[in-house]
């Protein structure tokens, strides 16, 4: 005899909008600013070991007005005869940045043990983040696993070192792209939010994590798409 089973039962667990709130106010205030301390080389589009990006960098000069870090520039790579590597027309510096006793006292960051790593980190906090409401916390299935789409509006209490970073960095970043170096323009940082997130299943854990997310001023548009972007490539 030949017996055929079947089963079509997802074993996700149940996340009630209770749950979910708790999931995402924990890992939004969780979610520092993280900067770079250490010896890095700068380009437009850095990446890599060593390296760093152009926005990266405008934020060590932002934290350095704030009196948190020190940067200092380093000379360029040149060849046999003296001639820089990098060709002028192309942005690039050298640089190393060094934490103030400020920047010490509101790091959040600690070395673990065995960090072996050519750089260290300034973590900031960038406030308190509230669920004010779910609007829709949704199961949906992508082959055999589980996620849920969870919509909600947020209340943020932004800390004052935060704003003053980013107003900061979007004024040298004004600049550097050659803008208004008066205007502060850029993402403005209210009080009342919203979010989508994108949480997974993870069976083995039984629990729920966030995978991605999007998040904007309550009356504005979203400019990132990381939810949908995530689904449609699975």
């Known amino acids: 005899m030949l017996l055929i089973f079947s089963a079509s039962a ?42 760093l990006d152009a926005y990266s960098y405008h934020m060590l000069s932002a934290a350095e007005h704030m009196g948190l870090v020190t940067v200092k520039k380093l000379p360029k790579a040149t060849g046999p005869l003296g001639v820089p590597l ?10 190393i940045s060094e934490l103030t006793p400020k920047g010490r006292e509101l790091n959040l960051w600690k070395k ?59 004024k040298i970043k004004n600049v550097f792209d050659g803008k208004c170096a008066h205007c502060v323009g850029g993402p403005q940082y209210r009080p009342d939010r919203k979010m ?17 997310t999007d998040e904007a001023n309550s009356e504005e548009p979203f400019v990132t798409d990381n939810v949908n972007t995530y689904l449609k490539s699975r």
């Open 196 to 212: 989508r997130a994108l949480l997974k299943y993870d069976e083995f854990k039984a629990l729920w994590t966030i995978v991605t």
């Open 112 to 170: 673990p043990a065995g960090w072996s790593r050519n750089f260290d980190l300034l973590l900031l906090r960038n406030g308190k983040y509230r669920v004010d409401k779910i609007v829709r916390n949704e199961e949906l299935k992508r082959g055999i696993d589980d996620y849920r789409v969870v919509l909600l509006t947020l209340k943020v209490d932004w800390s004052d070192e935060y704003l003053e970073l980013m107003a900061t960095t979007q």
């Open 86 to 95: 990098t060709p002028p027309h192309i942005f690039s510096e050298r640089i």
């Open 10 to 51: 997802s074993f996700a667990a149940p996340l009630s909008d209770g749950d979910a709130r708790k999931l995402i106010e924990n890992y939004q205030n969780n979610l520092p600013v993280a900067l770079f301390i250490g010896p890095f080389y700068v380009t437009e589009n850095g990446s890599g070991p060593g390296m």
